[in-house]
């Protein structure tokens, strides 16, 4: 079994949610399908990955959600 796919998580926006679902099945069939078989070329899924960033940014501004402490997560930033 692969993350996510018997117990749905909903995203922390509730427009999100189908946006993380999506992306969801389109990171685990290609992780299983490509990845695992030793093919790492290319992700599809990013793109639809950054539309679901974009929006759960918004949601955690909307809401108003503190994320201090948390600027240094992603791939570009230093870990402290």
Known sequence: MLFGQSDHMNSVGEG??????EYDQCFNRWFAE????????GDPCTEMF????HC?????KEKDIPIDG???????????
Not at 16 to 21: A, G, I, Q, S, V
Not at 50 to 53: F, G, L
């Open 56 to 60: 759960v940014q918004k949601a955690i």
């Open 70 to 80: 948390v600027e240094f997560m992603g791939p570009n930033k230093d870990k402290p």
């Open 34 to 41: 490509k990845f695992l078989k030793g093919d790492r070329s």
């Open 50 to 53: 950054k539309k679901y960033q």
């Open 16 to 21: 999100c949610t189908d946006l993380k679902r």
